[in-house]
């Protein structure tokens, strides 16, 4: 049983670019959340999905933003990077529409921007 | 506002040392409590859910335990490869996104 993956695992971009990140969720899998972790602190919530719509958002502008497909499968978009964009951005997938079910994390994608 | 803190920071034991990882929280409504074992550079890995006061889940040499206030993860006879950052988080109102602690990172050395 495949966990959750994603992809690129490593990324270097420039200041002003944009990234997309993306994520293949947990089979049986239908909610996706993102998360950033800088180096040295817990992982803070992004934003998640369900059902292809962004339920809840955490505090980050609108540079971030994100989208789910119809298999549940999810990309995270950063535009206009910055410096401090650079972190670890985790994928985790819940099951039965994700109201406090357990969230699984995927290995993350570590994104450097100079 | 829904809060997480953990101590210490780091913690350093030899090889068959039991100790203990603190976890306190400030929430309204408890909705789950979460500990996750994160290696470096990698996606933090599921341990256990806590749903209410006095619930207690073990696994191999870990143990977690919760009260109202905090929750514990008991280390017995740790061996090297159970060095690795631990991270505590608990739900927010929604049920939705996880709040975490900044973790605590445990290093055994044999």
């Known amino acids: 049983d495949a966990g959750v993956t994603q992809s690129p695992t490593h990324l270097i971009k420039t200041r002003g670019q944009q990234v997309t990140l993306r994520c293949s969720p947990k089979?049986?899998?239908?909610?996706v959340s993102w998360y950033q972790q800088a180096l040295g602190q817990g992982p803070q919530f992004i934003f998640q999905?369900?059902?292809?719509?962004?339920?809840q958002r955490g505090n980050f502008p609108d540079r971030f933003s994100g989208h789910q497909f119809p298999n549940y499968s999810s990309e995270l978009n950063v535009n206009a990077l910055l410096l401090g964009d650079s972190a670890l951005y985790l994928c985790?997938?819940?099951?039965?529409?994700?109201?406090?079910?357990?969230?699984?994390f995927g290995p993350g994608t570590r994104l450097l921007v100079l | 506002e829904d809060q997480v803190t953990q101590s210490p920071e780091a913690l350093r034991l030899q090889e068959g040392e039991s100790s203990s990882l603190n976890c306190s929280y400030t929430?309204?409504?408890?909705?789950?409590l979460f500990w996750y074992r994160q290696d470096p550079g990698k996606g933090p890995e599921f341990l256990f859910t806590?749903?209410?006061a006095g619930e207690e889940k073990e696994k191999e040499r870990l143990k977690a335990t919760l009260t109202k206030k905090e929750s514990f993860l008991h280390i017995t006879a740790p061996k090297p490869e159970d060095s690795a950052t631990y991270l505590c988080?608990?739900?927010?109102?929604?049920?939705?996104?996880?709040?975490f602690g900044k973790g605590t990172t445990l290093s055994v050395s044999s």
């Open positions: 929430v309204s409504g408890l909705r789950g």
């Open positions: 089979s049986g899998h239908d909610t």
């Open positions: 999905y369900y059902e292809e719509e962004e339920r």
């Open positions: 985790a997938s819940s099951g039965s529409g994700g109201i406090q079910e357990t969230q699984y």
């Open positions: 988080a608990v739900f927010n109102q929604a049920g939705t996104a996880l709040i």
């Open positions: 806590l749903y209410s």
